[in-house]
């Protein structure tokens, strides 16, 4: 699985494919530091560092009287500049677990590491900043702020992160407007887009900060076929040009065929890792 | 910081109806302050300035006791020549003082030959009693020709008094007057001028030529029961009741008592009541503003927050600080406060304008057509403003804050 990327990137020859593993294995999770220990062996501690790591996330909601088990011990990681896919039915525990990795909401138990950092220990203030610098959103109802045209929802994150001046702001914007195909709508504010071009913005915001991680629940449950294709597309182009690791949920079995990895979820557990490019390589 | 205002400011014109209502009640509220302030404030400095500026002056020096009874005009309370050196050295030294008049205030009887009436009269030296009260020639309804006040010989008559007893300009008339030892005097004087009353006290009484009063009342040295002072600025008022009471607080009479009292025209004049009671309306239409304000501007606020949960979850989540978020809503609320009180304070401008254009005038007790001539002073602008632009930073600091600390997850669950 992730360990498989990352010696790709180092230019390491094969080696034991992680994801074939667990599958071959069984369909319950494996402890993913371990798997990417092993994978990666010889390549140094911190370069082995994973994106996103996971070691028995649970997450229990409390709906009045009742506890609800929305994740039950999730382990996985996921490594830099991967594209990788939460599937399952509705209720499965996608958006809980996207919640938990967006550092939107603490995990109950367990642990979750993102870029780094342990999100249990962030704070409501320090949460906003991290998330900023660190993770785009991509949402399912696009969530763009009705008051600020195209241009402006796409610089938006950048103000809040203060990154840079107003010259280099422009220029970022500009080049994400060029890539999202949506140059030409700048100026227009999003009740006059359609939804396609409205999730384009939407990508586009959530890259214009530079984030290591993009995450994306549901994004095309809003749109056509045609679209929901177009959308994923161009996160995966954008994803290969930025070395961008895109993280998103679909119960859409055909939008799930375009993911690199995929983990199927159900009932709050990891049932399935299927590693395409394992296949590749 | 630009970011924030220009989303808040968008986000306004996004309710475009609901801002213009509560700006437009916050409009209201200033203008109603604004313009009672000003009318009020008007007619407030038009008495005052005719109570000190043709009567009584800003300040009073009597010998102690003499306010107390000065229903009997009593002569035996009156200042001797030592005394009045000491006052008017002590007058003449502070700087604030612009002028003083000493009276001699005395009641007698008025008679036209026909008919005899009471009259209260105050024999002055007409130039100090012009310099320390400089709306009294105004006062004169009718008037001799030449630009004395009064000559020695002559006398001023109150309106009513001229006109129940039918006396006209240059008519003789016969003043008699009980002097300090009980026996009585008479005198003939000419008829100058016809004083306009006005309300208060000493607004009836006629003028005579102290030099005259001495003789009538038999004094034979310099003699006075009244100082009346008139100041530069009529702010210093507190100031040189101060500096004359210090002043005169070695001066004790045989029982260890200060010798004199000052009095300043707010404890002489009821006018200071009505004064002060317009201030206290002025008070409670303040008071209103700011529940207006606060109310309209809360309301606002809440439905903002209530509306945009959606909105504040989405930027919540993609890295906007809680203080941001709070900052963004203060500052909506905020521009609600500063356009109601830009608005405000622009039609009480107007107001005041077309007032300037065409002038208020009112009657009040017996005077007829005073004009009022409203101003607007920057300090009540200020102080309006200000008013209103806190409390609407109060109003919205409540709403902007639950805003602030919405959980990103729960807040964009809602619809
Ligand atoms: N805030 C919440 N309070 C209570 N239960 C919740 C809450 N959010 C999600 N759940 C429950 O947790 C489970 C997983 O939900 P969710 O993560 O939304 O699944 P998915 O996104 O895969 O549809 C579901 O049973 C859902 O009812
Ligand atoms: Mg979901």
Redesign the interface.
Known sequence: MSGKSLSEQEGLNSVPNAAARISTEATITRDPAEVRVGSAAGTGEEKAMSLVESKDLTKTYQAGEVEVKALKGISFAIEPASFVSFVGPSGSGKTTLL?LV?C??KPTSGQLRVVGTDVATLG??EG??F???NI??V?QDF?L????TVFENIE??L???ECCGARERRERVETLLEAVGMADQKKKFPSQISGGQKQRVAVA??LV?DPKLVLADEPTANLDHETAFMVINLMKSLKKERKTTFVFSTHDPKIVGEAEIVYTLEDGLVTNLEDRRAGHA | ML?IVK?AL??L??YKRRTLLTSLLITIGVLAVLLFSSITGAFKSLMVGQITDSMLGHLQVHKRGYVASIDNLPLHMNLRPKEMETIEKVLDALPEVEAYSPRIKFGGMFSNFEETTNIRLNGVDPEQEILTAPLLPKRMLQGAAGDALLRPGEILVPELLARGMKVKLGDTVVIVATNRDGSVNAQTLTVRGVLEGISGPGGRDGYIHIKDARTLLRIEKKEANEYAVRLKKADDLDKVHAELSAAFAGELNKEGKPKYEIHTWEKLSPFYNIARMIDVMTFFIKVMLIAIVLVSVMNVMIMAVFERM??IG???????????ILALFLVEGLSLGILGSAAGTLFSLAAIFALKVNPLSFDFGRQKGLVLSPTLDVNEIMIASVLVVLVSALASLQPAFKAS?M???TA?RQV
């Open positions: 919640n967006g939107l909401d409501r203030a906003a900043t998330r900023g610098r785009g959103f949402f969530n702020i009705p008051v600020l938006y994150p103000l809040m992160v915001r959530a900060a | 970011n989303i968008r986000n014109l996004r959606k909105e989405t930027i919540a989540a993609i890295g906007t600080r809680p203080g941001k600390r959980e990103p997850v964009m």
